[in-house]
């Protein structure tokens, strides 16, 4: 609850604090390991990997620190990093949230692997029904069609 109240008032610094204060108090606090990591995520920091890999350490369920490697790993144009931690993700709870795979489907594209980015973006559209890019995603799947030969 904390952590967002600070976000929202963009001060993340007091954020870190709080949230590394908590790690020294309880280093197996996972929460607070993911939350740290979203920070950084969201400032494009690498260090947002160690406290992820923590997370996960401490739990290893916590979906959102798998979600949010995805997503480091996806900005940072490390495909098969990625994809890796969105299946982990996926595995965890298929259905919590639609737009991971739109986000595998990125990975898995760009590594070439055309069948999977399909299925991945048939599966963002049916988790996804009322997704504003809809139409880009059906246009990919269409096109993905024509290029696999279905």
């Known amino acids: 609850m904390f952590q967002k109240s600070f976000n929202l008032q963009n001060r993340h610094d007091d954020a870190i ?69 969105y299946t982990q993700a996926i595995a965890i709870n298929p259905n919590r949230f639609g737009p991971i795979y739109k986000n595998r489907g990125i990975a898995r594209l760009e590594q070439n692997m055309k069948k999977e980015a399909k299925e991945d973006f048939e599966n963002y559209l049916k988790h996804t029904p009322n997704a504003k890019d809809q139409g880009d995603i059906k246009q990919a799947i269409q096109e993905l069609d024509a290029e696999c030969g279905n």
Not at 34 to 43: S, V
Not at 76 to 84: F, G, I, N, V
Request: aromatic share 14%.
């Open 17 to 85: 604090k709080t949230l590394a204060d908590a790690i020294s108090l309880d280093k197996t606090n996972s929460t607070a390991s993911c939350l740290l990591g979203g920070i950084y995520n969201e400032k494009n920091s690498q260090e947002c990997v160690k406290y992820y890999e923590q997370s996960i350490q401490y739990n290893k369920l916590c979906y959102l620190a798998y979600r949010g490697l995805g997503n480091y790993y996806l900005k940072t144009k490390q495909y098969e990093k990625a994809d890796k931690y």
